[in-house]
């Protein structure tokens, strides 16, 4: 793609207002913009991070089973009142529509799984489901803060799976949240699995926290067996041993990016879900819930990955995986030289399926150009210019190493597919 044509740009001065890292750099950069608090749009570039952030969730998510659906996140009140959560809930964006029937903007959708699923399994036999959907959700929060951190509509993954016996949903419970794991490595973020209050039904609930200086929770964490626990329920403090392997706790802060959790036979029970066993009688249903902050990851990646010039994109989320980058010359005739070259390298790695944005602005110096470069964060800056024709070779530098080489023009593709296959 030729960055020429991509109308959402990089802004020279940062956003005075940016109250984070992920926000100052999101929006310099031209991945995203703000409508409101806590409001954004995803721009052309911060929306391939975003659908790329998607693809892993779903690929993990069914790897463990999980089923993809869209529900509404326009939801009556009817099954609000079912579960006694219109007025419990004091994120709830409530609206009022034509014959004054009253909805919710969903923030969360046990309210619309729970009666879909029902809607559909009678018998044991029908046991475990796991349904999943990426969805839009609504959050009346007080500070919508921190970029994408804390929105007020934001982008989530929702699994709920629903069981036979707590024994089944014990053991998917382990299941997902190996996963997570799993998951959240794939974007190169080091998640710690904590534990956290689990509500009425079980002792703790967890949730995956990504340890950063700019983290909105505080979490004990032991430096040897990873043993960690969210400061809200904790029992701990900053330099304890830890009671599992003797280690030293540490405390820290860190973003929650997702969390899984034990309903039991709250929603199922509301609902009067249940199902025919198979010695005839009816039995109660379990669920469980499995948050992922779809929009808060692409902000913790950028919390945990950037310098002081920019962002430094994971390969697997990048928007592109090179920026390549083409100088200008005051010879005109030179100048259409490097020109054509970069163009031919940029059919040459976009036919070979290389993501490639191609920083072919004209009048644009070069300093400006690597200041972008680096402010966008690609995984591979790739340079042509009157210097590297004259070597028949192209300038590489990787966007998190300080140094750059030159490759010769015959041997880039395969350069860039082993970097990339690393
Ligand atoms: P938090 O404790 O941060 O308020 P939560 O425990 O209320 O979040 P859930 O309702 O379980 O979160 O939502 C699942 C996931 O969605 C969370 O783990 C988090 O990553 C993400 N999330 C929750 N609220 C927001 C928000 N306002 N903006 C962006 N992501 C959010
Ligand atoms: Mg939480």
């Known amino acids: 793609m030729r960055y020429s044509s991509l109308f959402a740009k990089t802004n020279k001065a940062a956003p005075a207002d ?91 959708h046990e309210e619309v799984v729970t009666p879909l699923v029902q809607a559909f399994v009678k018998s044991y036999k029908d046991l475990p489901v796991s349904a999943y959907q990426i969805q839009d959700k609504f959050r009346n929060e007080a500070r919508a803060k921190s970029g994408l951190l804390r929105g007020r509509e934001f982008s989530m993954k929702d699994m709920y799976s629903f069981h036979v016996s707590l024994e089944d949903l014990d053991a998917y419970y382990d299941t997902v949240g ?56 904790a029992e701990v403090k ?28 709250r929603f199922a029970d509301d609902f009067g879900f249940t199902v025919a066993l198979e010695d005839g009688t009816q039995g109660k249903v379990w669920m469980g819930c499995y948050g992922i902050g779809m ?21 697997s989320v990048a928007p592109f995986a090179v920026c390549l980058v083409s100088l200008g010359s005051k010879d005109a005739d030179v100048a259409g030289r490097v020109s054509q ?8 790695l976009a ?41 028949e070779s192209v300038e590489w530098k990787e966007r998190s190493c300080p140094d750059s080489r030159l490759i010769s023009q015959a041997d880039i593709l395969e350069s860039i597919q082993s970097f990339l296959a690393l």
């Open 341 to 348: 070259s970069a163009s031919d390298l940029h059919d040459e």
């Open 351 to 391: 036919k070979a399926g290389v993501e490639v944005l191609w920083d072919d602005r004209v009048g644009v110096s070069a300093g400006e150009k690597f200041a972008d470069a680096d402010l966008l964060g690609m995984p591979l800056r790739l340079v042509v210019s009157e210097k590297t024709l004259a070597q």
């Open 18 to 108: 940016a109250d984070s890292t992920n926000a100052r750099l999101l929006i310099q950069g031209g991945f995203v913009d703000q409508l409101s608090a806590g409001i954004y749009t995803f721009l052309p570039l911060g929306l391939r991070v975003l659908n790329k952030i998607k693809t892993i969730v779903r690929e993990e998510m069914d790897a463990v089973g999980g089923q993809e659906v869209l529900m509404p996140a326009l939801i009556p009140k009817g099954p609000w009142e079912t579960t006694k959560r219109w007025d419990s809930i004091d994120v709830l964006f409530k609206l009022v529509g034509a014959g004054e029937k009253e909805f919710a903007l969903g923030p969360t």
């Open 238 to 265: 900053d330099g304890d041993a830890c009671a599992k392997c003797g280690g030293k706790i540490h405390e820290t802060k860190s973003i929650e990016v997702g969390n899984i959790f034990k309903l039991s036979t």
């Open 178 to 233: 190996e996963r997570y794991a799993k998951l959240f490595q794939r974007m190169g973020l080091d998640a710690i699995k904590t534990e956290a209050s689990g509500g009425v039904f079980s002792k703790y609930s967890h949730e995956y926290q990504v340890a950063t200086p700019y983290g909105e929770d505080l979490i004990y964490v032991c430096d040897k067996c990873r043993w960690s626990v969210n400061r809200e329920i």
């Open 295 to 315: 929009s808060r990851l692409m902000g913790s990646i950028v919390e945990v990955w950037h310098d002081d010039r920019g962002i430094i994109w994971p390969k």
